[in-house]
């Protein structure tokens, strides 16, 4: 083995070698500096990666936050107030439904009327004992069970349209909301009444009456307040839809589940005595609307001022009476008058009774019709009398 002398000198490289090396160290292109070139375009790579994948990481969290805003505020009956800071459809507080309805087998509510706040029942201010009919052979009723099918139930055939003469106005100035209706639907036809002898519906229901405008104005608390205690319903209206059509209780004349024995229009509406077009459900159609999961909408008013609502779980049911109060409501924040409130609402069942079983606040005193019943035609199958 040789070792170099210590302190000899290193030979001086040759012309060629000294060129060289000039060349290399000129450009900057020497093995180590093309290898550290290398690493640093390496190193910039995964910089630019790593900063990539956290953009689209916050662009798709950005993504989902826009995802649930919208969600949250397509529960608003106006889109143009938003939630809470950091509010979400879960803070509007609706409970799963208590054993859900199933539509083909619906609980007949005949004989819950009562004159006082039950669950499940229809206070009625003008009940005597004993005033309840029997229920009629109806082929979309199980006795056995006593449960309805509103998926058989026939509708009174027929599509009129009222665009040209209906009117429904909402306005709200200070303390009071006023409404203005002529009980015409605003958004959707009828079906043809008096009904034809050529509809099917004809062999369960006669009602020979015409429906005609009624020209009415409600001056409603913009704040309603709860009573000293719960009031019973009247026959006749007891509210409005946002259809601009009146809603009566869920009793027929015979103070029978009316939603079971009456014979309807598609859009769950028939006209009494005096001509009124009416509802005592709230419409198939509204339903279908406002079907979105833990959505809460408004879609009308009661004679006490307060709110009648569509609300559904998060897993899209309706709330069932087990979920409500004596009167058919409850409390918990709500969109009114433009703003999330905390406050008693009536919330809509596909159960009995359907909307208001009596008022939780004071209701207006309005006019009503000498008679809310109808003449029916004898000449065939006694129907059922529409109120």
Not at 350 to 365: D, K, M, N, R
Request: proline share 7%; with cysteine; charged share 15%.
């Amino acid at each position: 083995m040789h070792f170099m002398p210590e302190n000899k000198e290193i030979p001086e490289k040759n012309n060629n070698e000294k060129n060289a090396s000039a060349y290399t160290s000129n450009n900057e292109n020497s093995p180590t500096e093309i290898k550290k070139s290398r690493n640093w375009l390496v190193y910039l790579g995964i910089a630019l990666l790593l900063i990539a994948i956290g953009v689209g990481s916050w662009l798709g969290l950005s993504g989902n936050n826009k995802n649930s805003l919208n969600s949250t505020v397509a529960v608003q009956p106006s889109p143009s107030v938003s939630l809470k800071n950091n509010q979400s459809v879960q803070d509007l507080n609706i409970p799963n439904a208590i054993d859900p309805i199933n539509p083909a087998a619906i609980p007949l509510g005949t004989g819950k009327v009562s004159t006082s706040p039950k669950v499940g029942y229809v206070d009625l201010c003008s009940y005597k004992a004993g005033s309840v009919a029997a229920e009629p052979n109806l082929p979309w009723i199980n006795a056995a069970n006593n449960t309805w099918n509103s998926d058989t139930k026939p509708a009174v055939q027929g599509s009129v349209s009222w665009a040209n003469q209906a009117s429904f106005t909402d306005k709200l100035s200070g303390s009071t909301r006023t409404i203005s209706t002529n009980d015409l639907p605003i958004n959707h036809d009828t079906g043809v009444f008096p009904i034809s002898t050529t509809d099917f519906a004809y062999q369960y229901d006669h009602n020979p009456n015409h429906i005609t405008a009624q020209p009415t104005t409600w001056q409603l608390p913009a704040n309603p307040t709860a009573a000293a205690s719960p009031s019973c319903t009247r026959d006749g209206a007891i509210g409005v839809l946002n259809d601009g059509v009146f809603l009566f209780n869920a009793l027929d004349a015979q103070n029978r589940d009316a939603g079971a024995t009456e014979i309807l229009d598609q859009w769950q509406g028939h006209p009494q005595s005096n001509g009124m077009y009416h509802h005592h459900t709230v419409p198939n159609f509204m339903l279908k609307q406002d079907s979105a999961k833990s959505s809460s909408t408004l879609v009308g008013y009661a004679l006490d001022g307060y709110g009648v609502y569509i609300e559904r779980d998060a897993n899209g049911n309706l709330l069932t009476n087990a979920n409500l109060d004596a009167c058919h409501g409850r409390t918990s924040e709500v969109m009114w008058n433009g703003k999330m409130t905390d406050m008693y609402h009536y919330d809509v069942t596909l159960e009995y009774p359907y909307t208001v079983g009596c008022f939780h606040g004071t209701p207006i005193s309005i006019i009503r019709p000498n008679s809310n019943r109808v003449s029916t035609n004898t000449s065939g199958p006694r129907p059922p009398a529409p109120r």
